[in-house]
């Protein structure tokens, strides 16, 4: 061994066993440090549910092209890089790991050991199983980790004891902590850094004998992940490349050829060959765009042919979220997402969506309809008006709810003027009480409800569809409960930018009809008569007036009513993210009775901007004739239910 090198491994001994104390600002020899690769668009949350089961089988034929090149991999072996922290240690700096304090979401920092690295893993302070399933991951001790990579001794010491604690207080299996298990992936990956900055840290060539505990761990985080893979969703794609990057690092290719599998499995059901995921939830999505072009990364960088499937399925994804971008560079917030912006990948669809237009080539497709259960659509790209000042929209309809989908079938979303008009209440977190429930029912999103009957979670059929330059018209149809049955059809406006909906529901049992609107919480609505309310942020110059038209059916007293900041029942609330409520209004259009005809219309004006109209007969269509800020147009309702635009 080198002169250096000797130190080095002297060094790390005394500091291990308590004999020598190195100032927090010390380094061995210049040490450049790991490379660490960039944080992805993950979503905050625990995700796994207990008693659950949380595997998502692959259904759809594997990929092909993902093999082993063997001779590219024996001169890359070895290469894998640290996958990073996800933001999860960005409040704890090296100082409160000295004292075995961590912070994270929103919450106050917490002291979770006794101040030597000795770690209490029960501890759950504040009742939050994504605090408790991060406590696990160790992705809190990155700061440390680069630190000692660095050079930095103390840091390195204390990010070693805190990890070898974790192995020694959860020794395999895990299995029956479900925080423990369901950050399985993202702890060996933290393990795998650990080990890296010890190298680097250190300057040493090979793992040091006081650090053997660590190949351990990593080998008991292998088996755990051979014995138990999630499948066909970011989980299983997580846990794929944590394997592969144990099978890299040790140089196991029992673990990188099923890694491979797994991978091949989960790319073709993950994402279908229309670019959808299989999440529902729009933040998902994107984090699965970023986490598959990690995994194509991944598997170069260790000699493995990622092949063409990822890319092309990763192309199309691309797409999708370029048209799931609202006006305002967000995505349509829908199923378990916070508000999140579009990531612009540049040479992409999403890097003119994610930049409003100022970078790349706007998407030749307006209007985007998946079969996987959406429709996104806009106005335009800005050929006309700026990007911001478009409208957009979506809406929800498809497969039964699963994963991180909500209850929310023929839910819209609307921007329009530069803001939010209609939203969706968003994602409560991963807690299982009363917010998420509700969160997640048909009463967090902007549908025709039938309280009195238990939620089927019902499969959605889109059963007509028209597309024109200045209107799109939808229809979608479902069993919502029990003898219940309920059509929504939809037309968006193009100049007047208005939305239509036509609800109609019948139940062979009395039942209440409630179509609701949920605004932004920035808005402050009122009740204007029986058939209008009005929103707005105080000092905007932008309204919206809702208001509804009788349509076959008289508008009983009560018609329209504002639910705001309620607990019993829960109602009138948004979550932009997980760690943050806030009382948002909810318009109640209400009938009771066995039927119901709610023909809503939701019209975004300037504050001095008002709205008109008048109805009539024409034949068998019903014709509701609109003046909007001083703009006319028709709407006809046919006598088979369609919404058409007249003039």
Request: glycine share 10%.
């Amino acid at each position: 061994m080198g002169e250096f090198l000797i130190k080095g491994l002297l060094l790390a001994a005394l500091v291990a066993s308590g004999l020598v104390t190195v100032s927090a600002g010390s380094a061995t020899a210049s040490s450049p440090g790991i490379a660490v690769q960039p944080d992805l668009p993950e979503p905050a949350g625990a995700q796994f549910v207990a008693g659950s089961n949380n595997v998502v089988a692959a259904t759809a034929a594997p990929a092909r092209d993902i093999t082993r090149r063997p001779a590219a991999r024996a001169a890359a072996a070895g290469t894998y890089t640290c996958s990073g922290f996800s933001s999860v240690d960005d409040a704890t700096p090296v100082e409160f790991l000295y004292q075995d304090t961590w912070a994270w979401g929103g919450f106050a920092p917490y002291k979770v050991g006794d101040g030597t690295g000795n770690v209490n893993w029960r501890l759950n302070p504040y009742k939050n199983p994504s605090w408790y399933m991060w406590l696990h991951s160790l992705r809190w001790l990155g700061q440390g980790i680069i630190a000692g990579s660095e050079g930095n001794l103390d840091a390195l010491a204390r990010v070693s004891a805190i990890a070898r604690d974790w192995t020694q207080d959860n020794p395999y299996s895990w299995k029956s902590d479900i925080g423990a298990w369901e950050s399985t992936m993202h702890r060996t990956n933290v393990l795998i850094c650990v080990r890296q900055a010890v190298l680097s840290g250190l300057g040493v060539a090979e793992l040091p004998a006081e650090y053997a505990w660590l190949d351990k761990s990593l080998i008991d985080h292998a088996t755990f992940l051979v014995n138990n893979w999630s499948g066909a969703w970011n989980h299983g794609t997580d846990e794929s490349l944590a394997l592969f990057g144990v099978g890299c690092l040790l140089n196991r290719t029992d673990y990188q050829d099923l890694a491979q599998q797994r991978l091949a499995a989960g790319i073709t059901t993950s994402i279908d060959p229309e670019g959808s995921t299989n999440e529902q939830s729009t933040a998902y999505a994107q984090f699965n765009y970023s986490l598959w072009g990690r995994a194509i990364t991944v598997l170069r960088d260790c000699g493995a042919d990622p092949g063409t499937t990822i890319s092309s399925r990763r192309e199309l994804l691309a797409k999708w979220l370029a048209l799931a971008t609202n006006s305002l560079g967000k995505l349509h917030q829908i199923g378990d997402s916070e508000v999140v912006n579009t990531a612009a990948s540049v040479g992409t669809p999403t890097e003119y969506a994610g930049s409003l237009g100022t970078k790349g080539i706007a998407p030749a497709d307006r209007v985007g309809t998946y079969s996987a259960g959406y429709v996104f659509g806009r106005t335009g790209w800005g050929e006309t008006r700026s990007f911001a000042q478009e409208s957009t929209y979506s809406v929800r309809f498809g497969p039964r709810r699963a994963l991180h989908g909500h209850s929310d079938h023929t839910s819209l979303t609307y921007t329009a003027r530069g803001r939010d008009i209609l939203i969706d209440s968003g994602h409560a977190g991963y807690q299982t009480d009363m917010w998420r429930t509700w969160a997640k029912s048909p009463f967090a999103h902007s549908v025709m409800t039938t309280p009195l009957s238990a939620d089927t979670a019902p499969a959605t059929t889109l059963t007509r569809s028209l597309i024109k330059p200045n209107a799109d018209f939808y229809e979608f149809t479902d069993v919502p409960g029990a003898g219940i049955s309920r059509t929504r059809a939809v037309l968006v406006l193009k100049d007047p930018d208005v939305v239509v909906a036509l609800d109609r529901g019948a139940s062979k049992t009395a039942q209440q009809f409630q179509t609701l609107w949920h605004l932004p919480s920035d808005q402050q609505a009122s009740v204007y008569s029986r058939t209008t309310a009005l929103a707005m942020k105080p000092g905007e110059n932008t309204r919206t007036i809702l208001f509804q038209v009788p349509y076959k059916q008289a508008l009983p007293p009560g018609a329209i009513l504002l639910k705001q900041a309620q607990t019993a029942p829960i109602q009138g609330w948004h979550y932009p993210t997980i760690t943050a409520r806030k009382s948002a209004p909810t318009l109640m259009f209400a009938r009771s009775g066995y039927s119901a005809s709610i023909l809503s219309f939701i019209a975004p004006v300037r504050a001095s901007g008002a709205v008109t109209y008048a109805t009539r007969w024409v034949g068998t269509t019903y014709v509701v004739d609109l003046t909007v800020a001083g703009v006319r147009t028709s709407v006809g309702i046919t006598a088979g239910g369609s919404l058409v635009r007249l003039a």
